[in-house]
């Protein structure tokens, strides 16, 4: 590939990585970032706007949709809809009754939410990655990340949020004292190896969040960086690539929603449980 080319498709990776990045920038105040550069030099407070954006199209088109399916529901013959409604309401419930051993109202409606809204997330990973950045191009717009999945700042803040309910049911559940010998005492019973029970418990702990929000931006964003280098190739080989590729990619798609909410189940069914 000769030197120019290798610096357009340098370019091309890089711009369709970026995030439309809007933080205060050292010399030009509040402003979007128009480099990656100047997105680090804004900081840790940083909002990608594009994220953000997506993902709350995505709740919101989740909690339009399933509004609609129980507005339009009826005792007779199911509209397509309502079949589809009820095929994920049903496997999201199995799937409940088998990881969550406890009773608490909160957990069914949470996996639920977690399945459809990552779902929807992951899914807008199947439109052609020139499509809207192009359109937003046209609108003024720099920078244009469409998948939130493949944000570490989404999946790491949904981990977060899971995490904290995790931390909340172990404290309600056990109590104070009940969570504290938990952590003291497992799995070595005994007073001397405390520190050592102490160490393995935070660190297992800690490792939750972590593990579910980098296992699911992994998946995405391997994947958003193969769509993208599929589309640098001549167009005759990109779509022979790009349809089985995307293809596959439904079932990577469903598959990582339904890992963080089952492994979100199960670490909550292990924070109502006493040892």
Not at 21 to 48: C, D, Q, R, Y
Not at 173 to 183: D, I, N, P
Request: net charge negative; hydrophobic share 55%.
């Amino acid at each position: 590939m000769a030197a120019g080319s290798e610096v357009t498709a340098t370019y091309y990776i890089q711009h369709h990585l970026q995030n439309l990045t809007f933080g205060k920038h050292p010399e030009n105040g509040w402003s979007l970032a128009h480099s990656s550069e100047e997105a680090v030099e804004m900081g840790f407070w940083a909002i990608h706007l594009d994220t953000m954006g997506w993902s709350i199209a995505m709740g919101a088109l989740f909690i339009w949709l399933f509004r609609k399916a129980g507005r339009l529901a009826t005792t007779g013959v199911p509209g397509t809809l309502q079949n589809l409604i009820e095929m994920v309401v049903e496997f999201v419930e199995n799937t409940v009754r088998s990881a969550f051993h406890g009773k608490n109202p909160v957990i069914a409606p949470l996996a639920l939410t977690l399945f459809v809204w990552i779902f929807l997330m992951n899914l807008l990973k199947l439109i052609p990655v020139d499509y809207v950045p192009e359109l937003f191009a046209r609108l003024g717009v720099d920078y244009m990340k469409m998948v939130p999945t493949t944000d570490p700042n989404a999946t790491l803040g949904m981990a977060l949020g899971v995490f904290l309910l995790i931390i909340y049911y172990s404290l309600k559940v056990k109590g104070v004292g009940g969570f504290a010998k938990e952590l003291s005492l497992t799995p070595f019973n005994h007073w001397l190896l405390i520190p050592f029970n102490l160490l393995l418990e935070i660190i297992g702990l800690l490792v939750k969040p972590l593990g579910l929000g980098l296992r699911l931006f992994g998946n995405m964003f391997a994947g958003e960086v193969i769509f993208i280098l599929i589309a640098l190739l001549p167009f005759w080989i990109m779509w022979t690539l790009n349809v089985p590729w995307a293809i596959f990619h439904i079932l990577i798609i469903t598959l990582q929603a339904f890992i963080f909410t089952v492994l979100s189940v199960v670490y909550l069914n292990a924070a109502h449980e006493h040892h």
